[in-house]
């Protein structure tokens, strides 16, 4: 009986206060009352618990789709689990989602679409492959994405969580071995992750933290290319590690004494370059009055009109050519 305790208590851990028909059980009792070797038919029956942690090699579940109390959900080193279950889509209020070390599990289910109230995930260490639509994750401010090296691309719908201030990738993806000799620029992802990433960039207006780790400098570039275009107006950390764009520094068309900037004055650089074409189209379109159609001009267009006038704009050809 102690022995089964002990491995229950490594496999399941709950937050310190708990409600369960409208009462607070302690950590203690709850723990006594999933004493079975099947937990997750024990815990289906805590309809109004809030926080769950799923964690150790032992763990397994059928189903917690009666949970739908909970607001915070982790699940982690849990080597029996090679796929989640459906019913993850009925916890409908959850808005914290942790996944961690679960490297059999190569995808989420579509069912996470409903979770429309998540404001925070986490997915670190596991086999994910893909992952499906989170264009309903509108309320999502925080996606870490970590060491998912199998990881492919990340869903172009990425673009419409406008509500994210901070994105965490770290080794998204395996790299395609260069030619021997070949420059470090060559050397690029297989996956497309970053390159998602890059095109997502200019909806994310409330960004503020993006920490990116194991980047090539074709990696950089792709991010740097968007960052030039759209800088967010909110961004202003780039974690410990930096995004190091001086490096990129030339096919960025950045001036020379750029080699020595960090990565916040390369991005008040960009901005001050973007102010200088929004000044531009606007005095266009004040020049050719009324019936001028620069107002129906996208972005790009006006990168392309800027190149033209400007100079030293080189983004479009840049894109055009990979």
Same mark, same amino acid.
């Given at each position: ?37 099947? %937990? ?192 967010? %107006? ?16 030339? %096919? ?71």
């Amino acid at each position: 009986m102690h022995n089964l305790m002990r491995k229950l208590i490594s496999c399941i851990s709950f937050a310190p206060k708990c409600e369960n028909a409208g009462h607070v059980i302690p950590k203690a009792d709850l723990e006594h009352k999933t004493n079975s070797a099947k %937990p997750s038919s024990s815990i289906a029956q805590l309809t109004s618990l809030q926080e769950l942690v799923l964690q150790g090699p032992s763990c397994s579940f059928t189903s917690f789709g009666h949970l739908t109390s909970l607001v915070t959900l982790t699940l982690s080193d849990c080597s029996l689990i090679k796929e989640l279950p459906a019913c993850l889509g009925q916890l409908t209020r959850l808005r914290t989602l942790t996944l961690r070390n679960l490297v059999g599990t190569t995808e989420l289910p579509i069912s996470t679409q409903s979770l429309t109230n998540l404001r925070e995930l986490t997915i670190e260490s596991c086999g994910i492959q893909e992952l499906p639509s989170i264009s309903a994750f509108t309320e999502l401010t925080t996606l870490r994405i970590m060491y998912c090296t199998a990881l492919k691309n990340l869903p172009l719908s990425i673009e419409f969580l406008t509500a994210l201030h901070t994105i965490t990738l770290y080794h998204p993806g395996k790299y395609r071995v260069s030619p021997p000799g070949a420059p470090s620029i060559l050397r690029v992802h297989e996956s497309s992750v970053l390159k998602t990433l890059a095109y997502a960039l200019p909806a994310l207006r409330l960004l503020q933290h993006l920490d990116l780790s194991g980047l090539q400098d074709a990696d950089v570039l792709a991010v740097g290319r968007s960052l030039k275009a759209w800088p967010p %107006p909110l961004l202003k950390d780039f974690g410990h590690r930096g995004l190091m764009l001086r490096k990129c520094f030339q %096919p960025l068309s950045l001036p020379a004494e750029a080699e020595q900037w960090s990565d916040v004055m390369i991005l008040q650089h960009f901005r001050e370059e973007q102010r200088k074409i929004e000044a531009f189209a606007s005095g266009l379109h004040a020049r050719l009055g009324a019936a001028s159609v620069v107002t129906s001009l996208n972005e790009m267009t006006f990168v392309l009109i800027a190149n033209e006038v400007l100079g030293s704009w080189t983004l479009l050809e840049a894109w055009a050519s990979d």
